[in-house]
């Protein structure tokens, strides 16, 4: 069964720095979602991706946030400076067209925990 | 948006029935129903969705009211691996917007052996 797959499962940095997420969405899906949830609450929507742009953003995905399709394969999620509290869980997710228009189903990866030192 | 309300947690014992109810009662008429739920260290799980008949798939039922303003999900025969946070989400096919997830608190279901 199709799946969505990210790297790394843990990733440790100190604060400040840049930290690239990577996310392989399942092939024939064209919308792509990155979510976070921070150790005890809720999981919470950062930003939509269809047709190489953004389509929808939360409050949380500020200048320091950007993501990528940088080939036919990965979708990436760049934090650009980080901070103590970008420290979550982050969610990659991508679903297809279908007859949904982006409205069907979400399958999600397993996560990459970010830990900001 | 609509907003959903679940309990907090419930639990039940292994190979019984379980009903995890969701009210829903500002629900509009475009609003579709998606269940998800999330398994201890791993992503969220579409789990079921409706818009006013009950389904069913092979993993659970729901069941609509029919006034909408409710809805409840059902596991036939609950197993240790359906020990999960449960998310009730409602979902507008007429917004633009309506793409991404708004995960709420969810219902802790814990299942006993």
């Known amino acids: 069964e199709p799946e969505v797959t990210q790297t790394p499962s843990h990733q440790v940095t100190q604060m400040g720095q840049e930290v690239i997420l990577r996310c392989v969405p399942i092939?024939?899906?064209?919308?792509f979602y990155w979510y976070r949830q921070i150790l005890g609450q809720k999981v919470e929507f950062l930003v939509s991706?269809?047709?190489?742009?953004?389509?929808?953003k939360s409050e949380i995905f500020d200048d320091q946030f950007s993501v990528e399709r940088p080939d036919g394969s990965n979708f990436t999620l760049k934090i650009r400076s980080t901070k103590l509290e970008d420290s979550a869980m982050y969610f990659c997710?991508?679903?297809?067209?279908?007859?949904?228009?982006?409205?069907?189903?979400?399958?999600f990866g397993p996560g990459t925990r970010l830990t900001v030192l | 948006d609509a907003k959903t309300t679940q309990p907090n947690s419930m639990e039940s014992n292994e190979e019984e029935p379980v009903h995890l109810p969701c009210n829903h009662s500002t629900i509009s008429g475009t609003d579709y129903i998606h269940w998800y739920r999330q398994l201890p260290s791993q992503g969220p799980e579409y789990v079921i969705h409706g818009l006013t008949s009950n389904v069913n798939n092979r993993m659970a039922s729901l069941a609509i009211a029919e006034d909408r303003k409710s809805s409840t999900l059902i596991l036939h025969r609950a197993t240790l691996r359906d020990a999960a946070v449960y998310y009730c989400i409602l979902r507008d096919r007429s917004s633009g917007s309506a793409r991404q997830l708004t995960f709420g608190s969810g219902t802790q279901l814990t299942v006993l052996p």
């Open positions: 991706f269809y047709n190489n742009e953004i389509s929808e």
């Open positions: 092939s024939n899906h064209l919308y």
């Open positions: 997710a991508s679903n297809s067209p279908g007859g949904g228009g982006g409205l069907d189903e979400q399958f």
